[in-house]
């Protein structure tokens, strides 16, 4: 059972007069950070007076009551006859860098869930003071941002779940396990969002439009290439992989360099001849491959030689 240390203010020089309902549960942070700004030092502040007031304040060194639940204390901003101040319970957590935030937390929702109780309060009366504030001001704020490991959400999630022993200093069993629940629960949504960001990128890349039409520029070449078996004809504004573009090439290859048709009756007598080794002029492989200019003038160079060769040989001859 957590326990409640009691500095009460005496004057009522900063709080509203009559009795307060307590039908709401208000929860500020101090947003003072310096080290040592524990619950008890902001107790002692609103004893020594302090231009505002509030019930409870809750640090990771425990809870301090500084007024009486029925008091109408100055702290949520919306003045002497708004919800906040007028029917609600200020709570202020501490934020103080010293401190351990996640202890705090669970001091907190121990303090909460025992005014919930006592005042027959409903969880969907435990209220920021954002809320309440007439400016709309960002408090409490780590809850808020959840910049310090616990949302919002996750602080109110904690307040349905049943009370149980715990160790000095740390959360419940079942509030731990809800809490990782919870942290787990975004985590799977944050992963899977990431997922769709990827999938979007990727289609962005190469996204298939059936409905896409060929730019007119291009509308003669795409179809010469269809026809031709060079692709699909599908999808003509998607973009190209590396690994589709060498599709193409390698199509473009076997339909307009690699042949491995035989050769053409007219043709054989020659190809026979040049492939001859007293000849060696060419081989008889792949005669239907285009040829390149090298190759030609290769062809050309060695066919010229063998015919100086021979003409030397036969004036050779005459001479004799």
Avoid at 167 to 178: D, I, M, P, S
Avoid at 245 to 272: C, M, R, T, W
Wanted: with cysteine.
């Amino acid at each position: 059972m957590f326990e409640i240390n009691q500095m009460l203010v005496a004057s009522r020089t900063k709080t509203y007069p009559g009795t307060n309902p307590c039908n709401y549960i208000v929860i500020h942070e101090t947003a003072n950070e310096s080290t040592g700004a524990n619950a008890k030092l902001h107790a002692k502040l609103q004893r020594n007076g302090f231009s505002a007031s509030w019930h409870y304040s809750v640090g990771s060194d425990g809870v301090w009551q500084s007024f009486p639940d029925t008091v109408k204390c100055w702290h949520a901003g919306d003045g002497q006859y708004g919800k906040g101040n007028a029917q609600g319970i200020g709570i202020e957590i501490c934020v103080n860098r010293d401190g351990d935030f996640k202890k705090t937390i669970a001091n907190a929702v121990d303090l909460v869930k025992h005014l919930m109780k006592k005042h027959n309060i409903p969880v969907s009366n435990v209220i920021q003071h954002n809320v309440t504030s007439s400016w709309g001001k960002d408090c409490p704020h780590y809850l808020r941002s959840g910049k310090k490991g616990v949302t919002w959400a996750q602080f109110k999630q904690m307040l349905t779940v049943q009370q149980s022993a715990k160790k000095e200093g740390e959360l419940t069993v079942l509030q731990y396990n809800e809490l990782k629940k919870l942290i787990e629960a975004q985590n799977t949504k944050i992963n899977a969002q990431a997922k769709e960001i990827s999938a979007l990128k990727r289609d962005k890349l190469n996204v298939p439009n059936a409905n896409a039409a060929v730019d007119p520029a291009h509308k003669e070449r795409w179809k010469w290439a269809k026809a031709n078996g060079l692709l699909d004809g599908k999808n003509p504004a998607g973009k190209v992989t590396r690994q589709q573009l060498g599709s193409v090439e390698h199509n473009f290859y076997k339909q307009f360099i690699a042949n491995d048709a035989p050769a053409e009756e007219y043709a054989k007598e020659a190809l026979e001849w040049a492939a001859d080794p007293k000849n060696n002029i060419s081989d008889a492989s792949n005669p239907a491959y285009l040829a390149s200019r090298q190759q030609v003038i290769t062809i050309v160079k060695r066919a010229f030689d063998l015919a100086a060769a021979g003409k030397d040989q036969s004036e050779g001859s005459t001479g004799e």
